[in-house]
């Protein structure tokens, strides 16, 4: 080995640049926080296109449940001078008016989004008419099976709760709002206790906690819809 060769050589260290950072290294913290502001309020702009009135869509169907399910608990309580047939068609005909107005809502509010969005408004305005058909069919088959009025309302009811509450967590997660998603939850457990109080009791449960969970969520949107158009 000759005088000059010590050992293996190591690899040099890297030599560390004197350089000072690009300025934009510093600014890009800035950049950052500006993007995730830009698309959060594309977010909020792609919810409200979509979703609709979401205020308007919660009080038409609090206002729809006042109408059918009061009309049902009056007659039910000798309140009301209706046969308990004659009441079960005026719930019929709102929850038709209000299935019909939040398709409506849902198909002007989607009109000139492309992409995904217009996919997903388009198949939850469509999951909003297939699963009231089959609701429809449902009730037909219910009513062919059970003979009691009160307990056949009972099951048909908490069929048409089901899907509304199922349909609310689902626009929930698609629109990113998580109060919607909340109320569906709210709406299953309504459905839960309108069913374990029986047919003497369901309508009571459905008109006085679940009209009002849909009218409180009509104000906490409107509320909360005012909020960010003042800021």
């Known amino acids: 080995m000759s005088k000059n060769e010590t050992g293996p050589h190591l690899p040099a260290a890297p030599k560390q640049s004197t350089a000072h950072p690009d300025s934009s290294a510093e600014e890009l913290p800035l950049d950052l926080h500006s993007a995730l502001r830009t698309v959060q309020e594309a977010e909020r702009s792609a919810r409200r296109n979509l979703g609709g009135n979401t205020a308007l869509v919660y009080l038409l169907w609090g206002t729809t449940w006042i109408i059918g399910y009061g009309s049902l608990w009056g007659t039910q309580q000798g309140l009301l001078e209706l046969d308990p047939p ?3 068609g005026v719930l019929g005909v709102a929850l ?5 107005t939040t398709i ?3 198909a002007r509010s989607s009109r000139g989004v492309r992409g995904q969005s217009a996919f997903q408004g388009g198949m939850y305005g469509l999951a909003w008419a297939l699963g009231f058909t089959v609701m429809a069919a ?4 219910i009513g062919n099976a059970v003979d009691e009025f009160w307990l056949r309302g009972l099951l048909v009811n908490s069929i048409a709760v089901l899907v509304v509450g199922l349909l609310y967590i689902t626009g929930g997660i698609i629109f990113n709002d998580k109060a919607q998603s909340l109320l569906g939850i709210w709406l299953l457990l309504v459905t839960i206790a309108a069913l374990v109080s029986g047919p003497d009791f369901f309508l009571a449960v459905f008109l006085f906690l679940g009209a009002t969970g849909l009218l409180a969520g009509s ?6 819809t005012r909020r960010q158009r003042n800021g």
């Open 104 to 106: 409506v809502l849902f």
């Open 86 to 88: 004659a009441a079960l």
């Open 138 to 141: 449902m009730s037909a088959v």
């Open 96 to 100: 038709a008016a209000a299935t019909l």
């Open 219 to 224: 104000a906490v949107e409107y509320l909360r």
